[in-house]
C-alpha cells in the first residue's frame, strides 16, 4: 500500500493506494495518526486503492471513530469497484460521507453528515411535538 498526503487549510487528504488488507491497515492507521489534526477534516482518497478485505474495512471504522471522537469528520473519496461493493454489502456505505472525488468532498467540507451519520455520532433527531 502506498500512501501520500495534501494538507489543506483545513484539514488534510490522504491518498491510498493498493490493497488494504491484514498486512497493511496498521500502517494507514499509523499514517493517520501523524498527519491528521485533531478536529479537522480527514478525507481519504480511495482512488488508487486495489483491495480492501474484512481488516481494512475494520481499520476504516476504527479511523472513523477516532475521528470523530477527537472532533473531526472523515469523507471518503472516489471508492473504486472492490472497496465500494465491500462497504455497500457491509451497509457502511451510507453510514459514511462518501464523495465521487477528492475535489469533490473539498467542496463539501461545510455540508452538514448525512441523517444516517449523524445518528452513528450520537446526534438525535428533533423531537415531535
Known sequence: MRLDCRRLADGVVIGVAGELDASSADDLETYVGRV???????????????????????????????????GGRLHLAAVQDLPARLLQITEVWDALSIHPSAEAAIANLSEPPPPRLRRLMGERPPERR
Open 36 to 70: 491528521w489534526q485533531p478536529g479537522r477534516p480527514l478525507i481519504l482518497d480511495l482512488g488508487g486503492l486495489t483491495f480492501m478485505d474484512s481488516t481494512g474495512l475494520h481499520v476504516l471504522l476504527r479511523v472513523h471513530g477516532e475521528v470523530r471522537r477527537q
